[in-house]
Nanobody, 119 residues
Framework: QVQLVESGGGLVQPGGSLRLSCTAS????????MGWYREAPGKQRELVAE???????NYAGSVKGRCTISRDNAKNTVYLQMSALKPEDTAVYYC?????????????WGKGTLVTASS
């Protein structure tokens, strides 16, 4: 069984920084794609940032220049460093991982971690 454990969310003042982490555990053979999405109240889930197994990254325009996604393949972990946070960054952040345990690739989602940027 595969699990995704997210951490690092919390309350931060506007302009502050947070680092989210997501670790995949279980019988994982290979991780292809890792990403962070967010869902704000009343809005649809949207991509924040994603990173491929080769390290190619893609960011939503709203966070470009303020967020950095990275991954540690040895630890099956993806990070999202967020800075200059704005109130509109407030949302539940979900980790998404595309992996295989030896068969077809599957998509898994974490349970989410709440980020609140408020004074």
């Amino acid at each position: 069984q595969v699990q995704l454990v997210e951490s690092g969310g919390g309350l931060v003042q506007p302009g502050g920084s947070l680092r989210l982490s997501c670790t995949a555990s279980g019988s994982i053979f290979n991780i292809l794609h890792m990403g962070w999405y967010r869902e704000a109240p009343g809005k649809q889930r949207e991509l924040v940032a994603e990173i491929t197994s080769l390290g190619y990254t893609n960011y939503a325009g709203s966070v470009k220049g303020r967020c950095t996604i990275s991954r540690d393949n040895a630890k099956n972990t993806v990070y999202l460093q967020m800075s200059a946070l704005k109130p509109e960054d407030t949302a539940v952040y979900y980790c998404q991982v595309t992996f295989t345990i030896g068969g077809p690739y599957m998509n898994y989602w974490g349970k989410g971690t709440l980020v609140t940027a408020s004074s």
